[in-house]
């Protein structure tokens, strides 16, 4: 469904005026209702990838397929309409704008009180205690994690990206948080794509993308890749400091 081909990515180095390769001849693909995790060291590329696929970032080599469509030059708001929505790391917080609103213009149609309770039950929060309640800073961060993935479960992505969902959060909302995508992974139709360091979520990948230094340098299951990670130096002590 998404086919990313020889992609690269190159800036200038604002140092040396050099070009820089971010990122070099990726090429992946996500096959329908795939659940796939990338990881890799930190400034790897990781995120600039995530941003490609997305369409924040331009690629300045090869060619982005969705579902057999070449979106290699469209923007963000004609990709999110193509089908691919993420959370965003900065989440949105407006005086005034309630829950509903949110799942409502997510939805691109009125939702009834029952159809956005539904969002908010399915990544387990008490539906009727927030389907009213306003986007602001009495939301903690895990609450509006979750919010956010209802948001994205209103607009029914067939792709959903999610860059760090661990950030932020503290281990009693990343418990519940890996028990709401191991359920998107198991009910939900779209594919998900997730950029993370964590050991937990590598765990319930169906494949696992490892990048070093702007390319990507191994993947597989997580039965192949795990021995892998777990059998290097360099891996071992990158997931043990990540536990
Ligand atoms: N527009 C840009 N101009 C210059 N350098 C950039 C640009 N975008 C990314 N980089 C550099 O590219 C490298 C990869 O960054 P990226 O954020 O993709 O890494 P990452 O693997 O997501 O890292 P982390 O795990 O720390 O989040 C970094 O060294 C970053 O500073």
């Known amino acids: 469904m998404l086919e990313l081909r020889n992609i690269g990515f190159e800036v200038e180095d604002e140092t040396t005026g050099k070009k820089k390769e971010i990122l070099k001849n990726i090429n992946l693909k996500i096959e329908p209702e795939q659940f796939v995790v990338i990881t890799g060291p930190n400034g790897s590329g990781k995120s600039t990838l995530a941003k490609i696929v997305m369409g924040t970032e331009q690629p300045t080599s ?82 509006m994690k979750r919010i956010e993935i209802a948001m994205l479960l209103a607009r029914n992505t067939k792709l959903s990206i999610f860059d760090e969902p661990e950030a932020g959060i503290d281990l009693w909302s990343f418990q519940n948080l890996i028990k709401i995508f191991d359920q998107l992974r198991k009910e939900t139709k779209g594919s998900v794509l997730i950029i993370s360091h964590q050991e937990r979520i590598l765990e319930i990948a169906d494949k ?36």
């Open 62 to 143: 090869g060619q982005i397929l969705f579902e057999g469509k070449d979106i290699t030059n469209l923007d963000i708001t004609e990709r999110a309409k193509a089908g691919i929505g993420f959370a965003f790391q900065q989440p949105v917080r407006f005086k005034g704008l309630l829950v509903r609103d949110l799942l409502r213009f997510a939805a691109g149609k009125n939702l009834s009180t029952e159809e956005s309770c539904s969002y908010l039950s399915q990544v387990g929060l008490c539906a009727i205690d927030y389907v009213n309640r306003e986007l602001n800073d009495s939301l903690s961060g895990g609450e």
């Open 208 to 243: 696992i993308i490892i990048i070093t230094d702007g390319e990507i340098t191994d993947e597989g299951s997580k039965e192949e890749m795990f021995p892998k990670l777990l059998g290097t130096v360099d891996a071992c002590e990158y997931l043990r400091m990540e536990a």
